[in-house]
C-alpha cells in the first residue's frame, strides 16, 4: 500500500512564491486521472513537500533550491534544467526521472530510488548519493566531483565525462559501462553480479579502465 500523500492538509510547508502556492493548489484540486503538478519555470523556495505523491510532475526549469522531498514519488518527473542545490530528495523514488541539465549541488539523494533516471549534463558535485539505487540510470557528462556514492547500486548504469566522483567504496558497479571517464575515486567496489567480488587500488584501476574509463585514479 502507498504511503504517498495528496491531499494540500499533507503539505508540510508551502512555496514562498504565490504563483507556485497556486499551482500546487490547482494540482490538489484536479482528481482527474493522470493529474500532475505543473510547475515549470515556477519558484518552489520554502517548501517542505516530503511524501507527496508528485509521479510524472513537471518541474523543468523550476527553482528547487533547498526544497525538500524527501520520501516523496517523483517517478517520470521532469526536472531537466532545475536549479536543485541543496535539495533533499532522500528516500524518494525518482525512478525514470528526467533530470537532465539539473543544477543539484549538495543535494541529498541518500537511499533514493534513481532507476532509469536521466542525468547526463547534470551537476552533482558534493551532492550526497550514498545507498541511492541508480541502476540502468545515465550520468554522462555529470560533474560528480566530491559527490559521495558510497555504497550505491551502479548496475548497468552509464558513467562518462571528466569528473568521477569521490566515494565509491562499497558501491555495486555490475555491468557499468564508464566511457571517457576521468578523476579520481576512492574504492574498493564490488563490481561482480553477486556482489562477492571486491576490488581496490590497482586492480580496480585496471577494471574501470576495462569498462572504458581512461585514466581514472584509485585513491583507496
Known amino acids: 500500500m502507498s504511503t ?3 491531499t494540500s492538509g499533507d503539505v508540510l510547508r508551502w512555496p514562498d512564491s504565490p504563483d507556485a502556492r497556486a499551482a500546487l493548489t490547482d494540482w490538489f484540486a484536479d482528481s482527474s486521472v493522470g493529474a500532475y503538478l505543473s510547475g ?4 518552489f523556495r520554502g517548501a517542505d513537500l516530503s511524501r507527496l505523491d508528485l509521479a510524472g510532475a513537471y518541474l523543468a526549469g523550476s527553482q528547487l533550491a533547498g526544497v525538500r522531498f524527501e520520501a516523496a514519488n517523483l517517478g517520470d518527473a521532469n526536472l531537466s534544467n532545475a536549479e536543485a542545490q541543496g535539495a533533499d530528495f532522500s528516500g524518494a523514488d525518482l525512478a525514470k526521472a ?3 541539465g539539473c543544477a543539484a549541488d549538495a543535494a541529498r539523494f541518500g537511499s533514493a530510488r534513481l532507476f532509469a533516471a ?3 549534463d547534470a551537476v552533482l558535485a558534493d551532492a550526497d548519493l550514498s ?3 541508480l541502476n540502468s540510470a545515465k550520468l554522462y557528462k555529470t560533474d560528480l566531483r566530491g559527490a559521495n556514492l558510497e555504497y550505491a547500486s551502479l548496475r548497468w548504469c552509464t558513467l562518462g565525462g571528466p569528473s568521477m566522483p569521490t566515494v565509491l567504496s562499497g558501491a555495486r558497479m555490475f555491468g557499468c559501462q564508464l566511457d571517457g571517464a576521468t578523476g579520481a575515486v576512492v574504492g574498493p567496489v564490488f563490481v561482480d553480479e553477486a556482489a562477492t567480488r571486491s ?3 590497482a586492480e580496480l584501476e585496471r577494471w574501470l579502465s ?11
Open 4 to 6: 504517498y500523500m495528496r
Open 40 to 43: 515549470d519555470s515556477l519558484d
Open 98 to 100: 528526467d533530470l537532465v
Open 118 to 120: 536521466h542525468l547526463d
Open 131 to 133: 545507498r541511492a539505487i
Open 199 to 201: 576490488l581496490g587500488g
Open 210 to 220: 576495462a569498462q572504458g574509463a581512461q585514466g581514472v585514479q584509485v585513491l583507496g
